[in-house]
């Protein structure tokens, strides 16, 4: 880096230096000026001292210029003495300010030696220093369309130098890089922190330079193409390698390295190992020594196991080069094939289809059993490879194919099928009675195959199914349901006599396959609601997406109920049935006016009780209250007697409201106003808390309780609330079920997308006949227990289940014990609220 010299500073240093000197050359000066007038002076003064023993003002006179007369002798003194170090000051000075021109001209050399440009900063944002040839980069002398790169630089280039430039000013990051102005010149431009200050040289690279910029341009991308090749050879599984001049490894990538079980290509490199055995890295030598190529299939053993390479090397000006690409995949594949084409053939031979494979010269390449035995041809015929003429020859000669008046050409046509594109298929009548079914299908490599089914059977079916179609329109005949069938182009295809019957339709008019339309139109008049035909035209000539049947029940004007029934038939037309059930029908309506009167009464039964139950709500909740208000002793003290009825009072009182809640619950459910809030609900912490709820009762009937759960039970999404009153109201019954000492299960686990509750006990059970009422309403069965109850929990477990989009299952044998399972989805029921 050269250095850039300015002057003004030492100029002004050594005007400051010489002040001094130049002031004590005054004073000196003017003393010399005093001097011979106060040395007359002072001698007669001293005289006049000697000669008079009081002084006089005279005499004081010549004192005082005798004083000043030393103190200039003093300073003139020392005039000298500065003088002379002056001069000597002086002269230093001077050799300096030469030695500092001599170094300016020799910078300005250097610097004018070679077309450049220096730009240097003392301090981040200040000015810059610009010194060099400004017409390199710019037509106009000034300095400051240096910076404006863009103005002479390609845009990319440009801001990258904007960039590195700040870098420098403000992290001090040297740069160097190469560039071309927009003039087609080429330059190298660094930057890098000098002394404290920052420093960048723009240098005009021509002749050598621009040669071993070149060449050094050159040299990169080299180095890059070389690096690249290497780092996709690292990329390929298969080793690849370089050797110096000496046949040794001088390169190896990670798949070399992993093949020669070596910890990385370095490694291999230094111990050189070899991926083949000796006698073939000799015999790759030789090659290369005589041909400049070794191309072979070579075994190697890789991670202990022995695999089969497709190995190259080629000699180069540097060593050799060689890639060994891995076949034990392709020799796999190719055992594959072999293994697949021999269980292909024996799968040939298992089949009762015969199979004849022609090559392209028309030779026989293979051929099943079947084959060989539909024919009856020789084995050692036909492992002769006979040609697809000879065989034809050979069958006709023993009367196994069709008679032709003609058959050369009958032979030329068969032929033909090799230069078929598409498959050809013909049916072939065997003098020996027999029907075969041929097809002959080209194949991709050239060549035909040939399959040869035996239809005999076939044609023996469709004569059965003849007569079998026939027996069936016998018995649509008999039926006493009026059938019909309409194809997809709306006409009548077939009909029975029941129909006609029933539609009062004419046979003339029906074996004359009518329209729908016309149908509908003759049958329409009989019906209280012509829309039937309507639907039942719209089923049969409508093309929707999915074509789909229906079932429905129509009531004729003179008192006939029909079900009607239209199913779609896998060929596009549509079969109708019309079935008279004008006696259910009665039967049927009796039935539902019944059963319409019993909802009535269960509905009037329902609405008693619920009025009944709200207005029970409130006096008994005032019971509740004031007999707390007088237990607690909130109006005076009790006595123990009285204490024990108030308790009495609040038991019962607690129990009926108990019951008055659930009836209240299922009357909220009849009427689907009961809301289920989901929430996440813990389930083990709802377990404990439906196991609070009933602590009074295992203590009073000294029954245990255990809780098990499993360990990925987490929640549910469901109403808390509710699952507690569903867990308490089961932990109730089956403690009311269970003798003293007994214990009480309550589980529960994951499953798939749902939670599972199950609640066991080890009480009487319940009796088969009693197990399908369970879950009804006020149905109470005790069984002999301690347990007494409306019938209602049971009922209200079901139904807030149900409300949760879950199902119920109660399995119990008597004498042994009862299990309810209580089944929720983990997301949640399908709607917010439902009706049970």
Known sequence: MQRVWRFPRARNRLATDFAPARRALGVSAAIAIVLPIGAARAADIG?????????????????????????????????????RRWTQRESELASTLAQTRAALDRANLFLASEPQILVAWDKPGGEPRIEGEF???????SPRRILAFAAWLEPALAATMDKAVERLLQRGEAFSLAAASLKGRHFE????????????RIRDVSGQRLELARLRESHDAASGALASLRALLDATPDPAWTRNGAGRIDWANL????????????????RGLELFDPNLSAEASAARAKSGLWRSRAPAIVAGERKLFEAIEVATAAGAAGLAGDLSEVESVRIEMERHFGAHSRMLDQLSTAVA???RAKKLTFYNAAYRLTWSLDPAFLDSQPSDGEVLDRLRASRQLPEQADFRSWKAQALAAYQAIEPIETIWHIPDGRTLRVVASPNPQGGVTYLFDDATQSYALASQVNALTRVQGETLDALKEGVAVFGADGRMKLTNPAFLAMWRLDAKEAADRPHIDEVARRCAPLLADTQLWEGLRATIVDLPDERRGFETRVERKDGLALDCAALPLPDGATLLTFLDVTAGANVERALTERNQALVSAEKLRNDFVNHVSYELRTPLTNIIGFTQLLADGGVGPLNPKQLEYAGFITKSSAALLAIINDILDLASIDA?????????????????????????????????????????????KADGRRIRQVLFNLLSNAIGFSAPGQTVTLAAMRRGGEIVFKVSDRGRGIPGEVLDRVFDRFESHTGGSRHRGPGLGLSIVRALVELHGGKVAIDSIYGEGTTV??????????????AA
Do not use: W
């Open 821 to 834: 399972t209580c089944v929720f989805p983990i997301d949640g029921a399908p709607a917010a609220s439902a």
């Open 135 to 141: 017409s390199l980069v710019a037509d106009a002398p």
């Open 255 to 270: 798949a070399y390295a992993r093949a020669v079980e070596a910890a990385d290509p370095a490694d291999a490199v230094a």
């Open 357 to 359: 494979i022609f090559d």
């Open 47 to 83: 005289g006049s001292l000697l000669s008079l023993n009081e002084p006089t003002a005279a005499d004081i006179s010549g004192l005082v210029i005798l004083l000043l007369l030393m103190f200039s002798v003093l300073t003139a003194s020392l005039h000298l003495v500065g003088r």
């Open 672 to 716: 689907g106003a009961l809301e289920i809030r989901p929430e996440n609900v813990d389930i083990v912490e709802a377990m404990k808390a439906a196991a609070e709820g009933v602590q009074d009762r295992l203590s009073d009937s000294k029954i245990e309780l255990r809780i098990v759960a499993t360990d990925d039970v987490g929640s549910l």
């Open 189 to 200: 431009i660094d930057g890098r922190a000098v002394a404290g200050c920052a420093v960048m």
